[in-house]
């Protein structure tokens, strides 16, 4: 069963005191991680687009391992999310979900500790041809164990 039919199922709706599943009607979906083994420098500058390096999932198509960006391919709502990880003390880690050029939400690791974790979630709707992507801030080490999702909720 793919992620899109899970998350379909897991979605509900009340409608007149019911339970109703919702429908997802295209299979858009995609998951990547920054590496599968080591630690790797993913940081491509202050500005610059994350590019993850492993795909586990891209149903649809619609997100592009080279240039790090996932491209609406159809109007709908959308949900992103990503985990990011800094594995040096004393360098922050801080990068944003963006959409279109425009940081929607920001995920800062701690300069305090080695290996601080950070993460954000946001529900977008998109046109088609929209473009997310991670942009990088601080210009910092992005680890192995880093990744990012997005999936179709409906359209």
């Given at each position: 069963?793919?992620?899109?039919k899970?998350?379909?199922?897991?979605?509900?709706?009340?409608?007149?005191?019911?339970?109703?599943?919702?429908?997802?009607?295209?299979?858009?979906?995609?998951?990547?991680?920054?590496?599968?083994?080591?630690?790797?420098?993913?940081?491509?500058?202050?500005?610059?687009?994350v590019?993850?390096?492993?795909?586990?999932?891209?149903?649809?198509?619609?997100?592009d391992?080279?240039?790090?960006?996932?491209?609406?391919?159809?109007?709908?709502?959308?949900?992103?999310?990503?985990?990011?990880?800094?594995?040096?003390?004393?360098?922050?880690?801080?990068?944003?979900?963006?959409?279109?050029?425009?940081?929607?939400?920001?995920?800062?690791?701690?300069?305090?500790?080695?290996?601080?974790?950070?993460?954000?979630?946001?529900?977008?709707?998109?046109?088609?041809?929209?473009?997310?992507?991670?942009?990088?801030?601080?210009?910092?080490?992005?680890?192995?164990?880093?990744?990012?999702m997005?999936?179709?909720?409906?359209?």
């Amino acid at each position: 069963m793919s992620l899109v039919k899970i998350l379909a199922v897991l979605l509900v709706t009340y409608a007149n005191g019911q339970t109703v599943a919702q429908s997802v009607g295209n299979d858009i979906a995609f998951t990547v991680k920054a590496t599968n083994n080591g630690n790797i420098d993913l940081s491509p500058g202050v500005g610059g687009v994350v590019k993850f390096q492993t795909e586990i999932t891209n149903y649809g198509n619609a997100f592009d391992l080279a240039n790090g960006v996932f491209t609406a391919p159809v109007d709908g709502m959308y949900l992103f999310s990503a985990s990011m990880y800094n594995v040096f003390a004393g360098q922050k880690l801080d990068t944003d979900i963006v959409k279109n050029g425009i940081p929607e939400v920001n995920m800062y690791c701690s300069a305090s500790i080695q290996y601080s974790a950070c993460s954000a979630t946001v529900v977008l709707r998109l046109a088609t041809s929209d473009r997310i992507w991670i942009s990088d801030k601080s210009g910092k080490l992005v680890d192995h164990d880093s990744s990012f999702m997005g999936v179709l909720l409906n359209s």
